[in-house]
Nanobody
Framework: VQLQASGGGLVQPGDSLRLSCAAS????????IGWFRQAPGKEREGVSC????????YYSDSVKGRFTISRDNAKNTVYLQLNNLKPEDTAVYYC?????????????????????WGKGTLVTVSS
């Protein structure tokens, strides 16, 4: 099981980016996929999750309304669209996966217990 996050870069406040999480050696459609981020000197934070059984999406309060998670099963890829970026969004972004057939009620339930992690991609928001 391998995951690879990509799409990060240096952008200005208010700009947008689309991050991709590509999977190899397994089919993403049976896995819940979470996006996490870790800023310098801070703990890792879960920002969004998409479930496998119902494609329900979850967001942390810090990104709700600005970020959108989606999956393209044909491309075996999950995306995180980042809009209206702020300097506080600067972080290394990681995607992670866990096999699941259950539904979740909260973002934390979806984000907890990830089994597989990819290398991160750096997002820097600065003017």
């Amino acid at each position: 099981v391998q995951l690879q996050a990509s799409g990060g870069g240096l952008v200005q406040p208010g700009d947008s980016l689309r991050l991709s999480c590509a999977a190899s050696r397994f089919a993403l459609n049976s896995y819940a996929i979470g996006w996490f981020r870790q800023a310098p000197g801070k703990e890792r934070e879960g920002v969004s999750c998409i479930n496998s059984s119902d494609n329900k999406t979850y967001y942390s309060d810090s990104v709700k309304g600005r970020f959108t998670i989606s999956r393209d099963n044909a491309k075996n890829t999950v995306y995180l669209q980042l809009n209206n970026l702020k300097p506080e969004d600067t972080a290394v972004y990681y995607c992670a996966a866990k096999y699941t057939i259950v539904t979740y009620s909260t973002p934390d339930e979806c984000l907890n217990g990830m089994d597989y992690w990819g290398k991160g991609t750096l997002v820097t928001v600065s003017s």
